[in-house]
């Protein structure tokens, strides 16, 4: 961290998508940090949790399933200048669960085809490693913005498994598992 971002708050936050037949499930978000934009299910992840126990609690709260073998495939760090705050956003995929897909207070769920992403009503740096995600590529990136549409900086790579591993180790003080 950069002397300018040594009073910055941290937080461990998570995201999760449910792909199944070239289809991912989205949830419009209807209220709080982002809201009315489209994203995937997550959010903070609570002081007596790992990050795994984190998102899958998420996802309950948000869409009434319970994901299964969940796939860690990407951290993103976003500095937010303005918040002076940095959020690591762990993704995750999955394509099986229990429970059935419900909206809750925060979050109404849809299904997008691939092709048909709205990108348009999505953070706007999205478009820049949603691909990655979508074909469960491990990757990590690094993101300056104020907000859902206010981009800086970018830089997005794809990794193998063993360094994001080890970026999450560094970044984070929360256990994955």
Same mark, same amino acid.
């Given at each position: ?114 092709? @048909?992403? %709205? ?6 740096? &999205?478009?820049?490693?949603?691909? $990655?995600? *979508?074909? !469960? ?8 913005? @104020?907000? %859902? ?6 830089? &997005?790579?794809?990794?193998?498994? $063993?360094? *994001?591993? !080890? ?11």
């Amino acid at each position: 961290m950069n002397n300018s971002q040594e009073n910055f708050q941290i937080k461990n936050c998570t995201t999760l998508y449910l792909i199944q037949q070239n289809k991912v499930l989205l949830g419009f978000k209807k209220r709080g940090f982002g809201a009315e934009k489209w994203n995937g299910f997550g959010g903070k992840v609570d002081s007596h949790e790992t990050i795994l126990q984190g998102a899958i609690r998420e996802m309950q709260e948000e869409c009434n399933i319970t994901p299964t073998k969940l796939k860690f495939v990407g951290l993103i760090k976003y500095t937010l200048p303005k918040l002076k705050m940095i959020i690591l956003s762990h993704q995750f995929v999955f394509s099986e669960y229990e429970g059935s897909i419900q909206e809750s207070e925060e979050m109404r769920p849809s299904w997008f085809e691939f092709k @048909d992403i %709205p990108f348009q009503d999505m953070w706007c740096e &999205n478009h820049i490693w949603f691909d $990655d995600m *979508l074909k !469960q590529n491990y990757f990590y990136g690094e993101y300056t913005m @104020d907000g %859902p549409e206010v981009l800086y900086s970018s830089m &997005n790579r794809l990794v193998e498994r $063993d360094e *994001l591993i !080890q970026l999450q180790k560094s970044l984070s003080d929360k256990l994955l598992e």
